[in-house]
């Protein structure tokens, strides 16, 4: 049986996480979560398949098809990085080993942290990236807040930051200030923008309810 | 042919000052010759119409879209990636290194060795790949096989102190003395006058820059006469001269790029090692090589805060004042000198005496961080006054101000006082009821913020309307590009849009690498310079349009030119420019800018008296600084300074093997930052008290006092003086079990 992308896309997320959380170790578990259907993890078990050499991979980027030939253990932020033409950077590499949310893009419209995904299962999957959410011109109501509430430093934790919060505001499009810091836990900033980011997300919230 | 004598210029009258120069990130103070009169100044503070107000950065909408290119985002034609391979051992000999079987994976294009045959901590590099992946560079370093002579090491500061330790450098003692300062006998008399007497020592862990883009560079040589290095630096003038001498290219031939950059923090000036591994790759293969560091490489080399040890003494009178301080201070360095402000720090302390030393372990050199030296001196001084004001039963506030000569603290602290409420808070340390104690305490901090001569700026404006300001300086995130441009804006009487920057390449103006809260002091008035002689280039041009005003006397306001009750729009105004505009040039002025601040830090926290969990509530910090070239852009920086604290007092510290030899904490996982969750209430406190006409630095000054108020809140809160950086759970148990176990002295 295979589950429909609306069935996971369920407000659901005390029995997802239940059950998805058994078996999957660590700091992966939270990705994991979107990544896997119980479903999915069944058929995988049933029918494995090995991959070796170099593979093509065909990504649904922000909307666009996407060719890039890799090694199977690419992850989907390297992939993205360094294999397609022209670069989609706005990802970052900070951590590569999930602890701070840098390379955070959207799969499915939900939050993963893509330094651990591997490219070969991101296919068939729609990728946002935060150039997808908006562009200098015609940012989103994040994006556009961000800025406006000076919730940016050096920049570097920034598309991790707006990706995540623009994924929650859908999800929760009134949240309250706790709530915001619970959904960005997953995100690290040093140059300390915290405080200007959670007001960025509260104002884009109240912007966009309006 | 006989020379006519000509009519010289009367040489404008000089003077010379003394003023800070970085070199690595640390201050040096050098002298200079500047104009006694150099032209108009910035005008009263609140006079402004950019300046001193709040407007939104310029490269936001860049940097909250992901279009902004970073070092990291770099990717040439045909480019390698390289990885750098990292000896185990804190202490060691390569005897071998056997790259054959590395060498034969496909896709790895070069493997050279690192420059040091005698490592002596670990995590230095042994040997740098470069690969056409950097998944390849990552098995080629598990495919090269190295021999190893290892040798005794010491990582412990109170192991290496011991006569009998093994010896960090060879040539060297691991205890060096670097000086002393004051009278002892007259101390140790000083002391027999007081009425109470707190001894202690105080411990600082090691903490890191954590920059979130990692050091690294990608280094665009492909065998010609010429090569492009973009960084990720602080210096963009740091790098060029000796990448050119590693790719045997002239100076000039070697352009530096640094368009965005991810973070410094004092750690990022120089080619560094990881620079000049990625010339020699990309010499050998003439292809353009990037090398970043990986998160493991930032932690065990790419820079961290000195530790400290202090052993503090000091006496205080029963009305207050302090009377006599002994202090020894071993600066924490590993292989370097370390760094720490001298006690008695900002406060009177009577007679005072101090001995300094650095202390090596095998550790990898402290390198500048934020403040270089201050918050470690301040927590310890900080701690010790708490400490001598609860002895004698005095607020804490009303003790600062007994023994803080400059004024502007005393405002500023009963300032903080208000903003945090700290007429709730109990006198009692550990006096509140339940299991959840709120606490609350308060810390002084001071910096020099001055700048020096050595920003060359341009500023052009084309007959099209479009103005130009050019400069070869790097913005951190501090906000650079943006006052850049406003100070420019505010002169031309346009808005911040009608003017275009350039900044971040060695081919333009020369510009100070940002250390010690330079940028602004040295940049901004070269800025403001140019902008005032661009003005009256254009005023001149536009004069017979105005009925032939004096060039002062055309004023530049709301996007018109105007005289004479007479008016020009900028596109009329613009008109009448040469077919090539008009280019002014600017230089530093010392007027315009100034040296030394102040700032206070006050926090409450609430500490849980069952697990030792320590949670901030409210942090207030107040900080002078001249004028605010952005008041917006400013309060975050005063935020990032009392959230880095934050990390340092309660959360952040290195932690090291003693048999091992390593870091056993180099990731994120086990590091701990600050967070989401963690975040208290921060309220950034501009302090407008300040009159002077003039830019000073802030990154520095407010990273400074939050260490110690964070950790006096935790005494007031629980009772408990931890006197040892991270002030983390346990030690909070521990003391609460027994008091007297973490009186270290």
Known sequence: ?210 | MQQQPQAQPTPKPKKKIRVPKVVNGVEQMVEVEVDEDAGPGWGPNDKHTLLNHRYTRVDGPLKATGVARYTYDQRLPGMLYARVLRCPHAHARVTKLDTDAALKIPGVKAIIPAPLTEVRFAGAPIAAVAATTPEIAGDALRAIKVTYEVLPHVVHAHHAIRPEAPKVVAEENNLQEKGKNGDPQKADAAFSTADAVVEGEYITARVHHTCLETHGMVVDYRGGDTATIYASTQGTFTIHEDAAKELGLTTSAVTTTVEHMGGGFGSKFGLGLEGMLACRLSKQTKTPVKLMLTRYDEFVMAGNRSGSWQKLKAGVKNDGKIVALQARQYRLGGLGGGSQAGQPYIYSMGDTYREVYALHTNEDSSIAMRAPGHPQASFAVESLVDELAWKIKMDPVEFRIKNLRDEVYHRQLRRGAQEIGWSKRNPVAGGNAGPLKRGMGCAVGTWGGGGNNQCKVDVTISRDGSVLVAVGTQDLGTGTRTYTRAIVAEELGLTVKDVQERIGNSKLGNANPSGGSTTAPSLSPSVKDAAIKARMLMAERVAPLLGNPKPEEVVFAGGKVSAKGQSLSWQQAVAALPAGGITSHGEWRADLQARGIHGVCFAEVEVDVETGHVKPIKMVHIQDGGLPLNRLTMESQINGGMIQSLGMALWEGRVMDEHLGMQLNPGFGDYKLPGCLEMPELVPIIDDDDKREAVIGIAEGCIIPAVGALVNAVFNATGVRVRETPVTPDKILMGLMNPNLLSRG
């Open chain 1, 1 to 210: 049986m295979t589950k429909s992308r609306d069935a996971r896309d369920d407000h659901d997320p005390g029995r997802r996480r239940f059950l998805k959380g058994v078996g999957i170790a660590g700091a992966g578990a939270a990705i994991a979560d979107h990544l896997w259907t119980e479903a999915e993890a069944e058929e995988k078990e049933a029918t494995p398949e090995t991959l070796s050499g170099s593979v093509k991979v065909t990504l649904d980027v922000n909307g666009q098809k996407r060719d890039a030939q890799v090694e199977p253990r690419t992850t989907l932020l390297n992939t993205l990085r360094n294999h397609l033409e022209p670069a989609v950077t706005g990802p970052k590499l900070v951590c590569d080993v999930g602890t701070c949310g840098a390379c955070t893009v959207l799969l499915d419209g939900k939050p993963v942290y893509s330094c651990l995904v591997l490219a070969v299962d991101a296919t068939n999957k729609k990728i946002t990236t935060v150039e997808g959410l908006g562009t200098p011109e015609k940012p989103n109501a994040v994006q556009a807040a961000f800025v406006e509430h000076d919730a940016l430093m050096c920049g570097f934790c920034t598309p991790g930051f707006v990706t995540t919060i623009s994924a929650y505001l859908k999800k929760n499009p009134n949240p309250s200030l706790a709530e915001v810091k619970e959904a960005c836990k997953g995100n690290f900033c040093r140059c300390g923008t915290y405080p200007r980011v959670f007001e960025a997300a509260l104002a884009a919230a109240k912007g966009s309810n309006a």
